[in-house]
Every structure is written in structure tokens, then in C-alpha cells.
């Protein structure tokens, strides 16, 4: 073998051949550094005495399905300027590691389109190995983003497992990265994330957020200069909450049996969206059958429906001729659920309508909270925390294929 092959097909230079040998299934091949090339591996000295060698061996490449194994007498040197005994530095590896710096590039490149048990059987290695390589990789790259460049945020929680596990995640709406994941919910779990972005001095012009009074008391304390921008996902999503809640008081209402069986299956139904109702089930049909029995049920229906028009105005002030219209019928409506929901609404007109300043939301991390909870059922779970969070950070620029 030549010098030349071990550079291109192992990434080994400055090193000489010397023997292959095969044995059980596996290729070892033996080279040895040059003499003049021997320095102090920290002040890279070349006036050393040579001291010994430590004979170790580096899992390297495979060719096919075979092992490969470079065998390496590392020499120990007397550095006369330091005043040391010292290992000479090896460009090939990490003296740490009992594997070739190619041969982590590889195993990376194959945990793109693999597991990490797989990669692991196909390399021969155990689990544990192939998962702190990518450890490693990912905190290298992105335990730290850089924050400077923040401008606009997505701000929720997640579940992450039974017993109400939580996990509080922060998106860059520009870029689509994770920049923070702490633990827990609520104002608590965000104060680490606070300390390094003022840190970073960056200007956050908007934060998307839910209607939670923790995640606005934070946002306000932390970013006084941000606006605050209530995410229509969530204000819908807490309509559908009170009119789930309105149905079962009706449910429990109404006199006869006909109409207790005809709302019972109307749950869904009117949670659906009406371009979403299945032509085949007649979930259309069986929608109209309800609300034409119970004209409260109707009028809340509709009201939710007509609700959803207000993020799809011309301009601000269009919205804003929406909003206060659809206040009034509400409060006209003499129905308490509608006219409760108006006055949560009222309590957070200021967020909502800053969505025609600043047209941000959580959507992109809901994208992101599927791709996580989609993560942790093919890798069933994560034993290492530091781990699961450091494979979200980096969720956003993996093909997914990149599971645990």
C-alpha cells in the first residue's frame, strides 16, 4: 500500500506503510510516523527526544464488509523547551477515541438515513459509540446558536412523556432553528433562555405566543420592547375548548332522546373544519341535523366559524372593524359562553390584532413540535435528556431520517 491511498481512502497523512495483516474477518494495516515529522503535540517543537512508543489501534474505514484497523506505535517524546514528556499529536484521530476521525465522518453521514442501532451493527460497534459521536457533533454545533441576529420568536411547550413532562421550546421564525429548550413549562423554564439573549443584545421585534399569562408576564418583563403577538392557532383552539364544553351542557339539557343521540355524535363534527367534513360519512348532513335542532349550538358554530375570518382581512383596520363587529354580536347573543369568550378576546385584542404588524405564529413550531414527537416514537424514547435536546437543536436541518 502507498502512502498516497492511506491519505485518500483513510485520511491518514505523514505516515508510512509498513504491513497489512488479516486475521478472523478483519484487515490491519500497520504504519508508523516519521522521524523528522516527531514534534511536541502543544508547542510544536521539533528539539524532542524520543521516549518510547504506546502501540494502540484506530477503527478506520471498512472495505466492504470487512473491518479495518490501523495499527500505530505512538510515539512518546521529551520536549526540550516545554521540559515535558509528552504524546506526539495524531492528525488522524483522537487519541481519546478508539476510532479514525473518518471513520466518525462516516458513521455520521450514515445516521442521516439510518438509526443508530443500525449503524451500529452495519459498523460493528456498539450503540453507545455511534450515539456519542453524534452527541458530539450536535453539541459542538449547535449547543450554543448564536442569538444576535433574533428577530422574531415562537414560544411553546411540549409533552415529552407521561407523568405531565414538559418541555419549553423556542423557534426562529426566520431560519426555522430551535435556539432554546428548557425544562419544565411556564415563565420559569425560559429564564436561562432570557439571560443569554440579553447577553447577545439582539433586537426581538415580535413573539408569537399563546394566550398563557406566565408566557406574556415573561415575554413583557424580558422583552418590554417586543410586541407580543397571540397566535390565532391557539385563540381558535380555545374556542373550540369552550364550544366542546357549551355541547356537553346542551347534551345534558335537552329533553329527548332523539336530540341527546343527534348532539352525542356532533362532537367532532363541529370541531372540524367545513371543507374538512367527510361527503361519504354525510358528516355534512349530520352537522345540518344538529344545528337545525338547537339554534344556540347553531349560533356558536357559526359564530367560530365567522371568527376564523378575522386573520384574512385587507389591512389592520379592516381586522379591526372585525373584531370589535363580531365583540358586539357576541355580546348580543345572549349566550354566556359567547359572551365569556368576548371578553377574553377584549383582554387580548392588542396581541391579536398585532398579527396584521407583525404576520407571524406558532405554526412553524408546531411543524417542529410533530417533527420531535415523531423523533421520539421511532427511537422509542430517549434515556439521555442532554441528548433528546441537543437532537432538537438540530432538528431543523435534518431530513428526518435522522431518527434515535
Not at 436561562?192 to 415573561?218: G, H, Q, T
Request: charged share 25%; glycine share 6%; aromatic share 10%.
Amino acid at each position: 500500500m502507498s502512502t498516497s491511498l492511506l491519505y485518500h481512502g483513510f485520511g491518514i497523512k505523514g505516515y508510512e506503510y509498513l504491513r497489512t495483516r488479516f486475521e478472523r474477518g478483519h484487515v490491519f494495516f500497520t504504519i508508523r510516523q516519521k522521524r523528522e515529522d516527531l514534534r511536541c503535540s502543544v508547542c510544536r517543537s521539533r528539539d524532542v527526544i524520543r521516549k518510547g512508543t504506546i502501540q494502540r489501534r484506530f477503527r478506520s474505514l471498512p472495505i466492504g464488509l470487512r473491518p479495518v484497523w490501523i495499527i500505530l506505535a505512538i510515539q512518546r517524546v521529551w520536549c526540550r523547551s516545554c521540559n515535558l514528556l509528552r504524546q506526539v499529536h495524531l492528525g488522524f484521530a483522537d487519541p481519546r477515541f478508539s476510532y479514525t476521525k473518518t471513520f466518525e465522518r462516516y458513521a455520521l453521514e450514515l445516521c442521516r438515513y439510518m438509526t443508530i442501532l443500525d449503524v451500529a451493527r452495519h459498523l460493528g460497534v456498539s450503540w453507545d459509540v455511534i450515539k456519542d459521536i453524534q452527541k458530539r457533533y450536535l453539541k459542538k454545533h449547535f449547543s450554543r446558536p448564536k442569538l444576535k441576529k433574533l428577530k422574531r420568536l415562537a414560544i411553546d411547550e411540549i409533552t415529552i412523556g407521561k407523568g405531565h413532562r414538559y418541555l419549553t421550546i423556542v423557534l426562529d421564525l426566520t431560519t426555522g432553528a430551535v435556539v432554546f429548550v428548557g425544562d419544565g413549562k411556564g415563565a420559569d423554564a425560559l429564564n436561562p433562555f432570557w439571560k443569554r439573549l440579553k447577553r447577545s443584545k439582539a433586537s426581538v421585534e415580535a413573539v408569537a405566543i399563546d394566550m398563557s399569562p406566565a408566557y406574556i408576564s415573561a415575554v413583557m418583563e424580558n422583552l418590554p420592547e417586543a410586541a407580543i403577538v397571540f397566535d390565532h392557532f391557539h385563540v381558535i383552539k380555545l374556542y373550540n375548548d369552550r364550544l366542546s364544553e357549551f355541547r356537553r351542557q346542551l347534551h345534558h339539557q335537552v329533553s329527548t332522546a332523539m336530540q341527546k343521540k343527534v348532539i352525542k355524535g356532533t362532537r367532532w363534527l363541529l370541531l372540524k373544519n367545513p371543507q374538512n367534513l367527510n361527503a361519504e360519512r354525510n358528516e355534512h348532513q349530520r352537522l345540518q341535523q344538529a344545528l337545525e335542532i338547537n339554534q344556540p349550538l347553531a349560533t356558536v358554530y357559526y359564530m367560530k366559524e365567522d371568527l376564523r375570518q378575522l386573520w384574512f382581512q385587507k389591512n389592520q383596520k379592516a381586522a379591526e372593524i372585525f373584531f370589535d363587529d363580531w365583540i358586539a354580536r357576541a355580546k348580543s347573543s345572549q349566550i354566556e359562553m359567547l359572551e365569556k369568550f368576548a371578553d377574553t378576546l377584549i383582554e387580548h385584542r392588542h396581541g391579536i390584532l398585532s398579527y396584521y404588524q407583525h404576520p407571524i405564529s406558532t405554526g412553524p413550531l408546531e411543524g417542529t413540535n410533530n417533527k420531535i414527537k415523531t423523533m421520539k416514537r421511532q427511537a422509542y424514547g430517549f434515556r439521555d435528556m442532554e441528548f433528546f435536546k441537543l437532537k432538537i437543536m438540530g432538528i431543523h436541518l435534518t431530513r428526518y431520517a435522522l431518527v434515535g
